[in-house]
């Protein structure tokens, strides 16, 4: 059974960076698809990005394009997301999940990882 782990949470100042990471135990295969979202209270879960195991294509919500990235290392089974220029509004709780390809939803989801960020 696929899991996914993240970590790598915490609380930093606006303008500051993070990096989650989301190992995943389990077998990706090639169309499998690793993406992160996030959801504070109250609120609907914010797409903010995804990565194909197979290649390089990464994709972004639009809140934060040019700050964000999404990586993987796949010797380590772990998919990495870089935020930068972190703003107040960023301060959500951090999931990843993982889709079988990209024409499927995400089926297996981590705990989260909460990211507070103190202006």
């Known amino acids: 059974q696929v899991q996914l782990r993240e970590s790598g949470g915490g609380l930093v100042q606006a303008g500051g960076s993070l990096r989650l990471s989301c190992t995943v135990s389990g077998r990706l295969y090639s169309s499998s698809v690793v993406g992160w979202f996030r959801q504070t209270p109250g609120q609907e879960r914010q797409f903010v990005a995804s990565?194909?195991?197979?290649?390089?294509?990464?994709y972004f919500g639009d809140s934060v394009k040019g700050r964000f990235t999404i990586s993987k290392d796949k010797s380590l089974n772990t998919v990495y997301l870089q935020m930068n220029s972190l703003r107040s509004e960023d301060s959500a709780r951090y999931c990843c999940?993982?889709?079988?390809?990209?024409?499927?939803?995400?089926?297996?989801w981590g705990q989260g990882n909460q990211v507070t960020v103190s202006s």
């Open positions: 999940a993982r889709s079988s390809s990209p024409f499927d939803g995400y089926h297996t």
């Open positions: 990565i194909r195991w197979s290649d390089t294509r990464t």
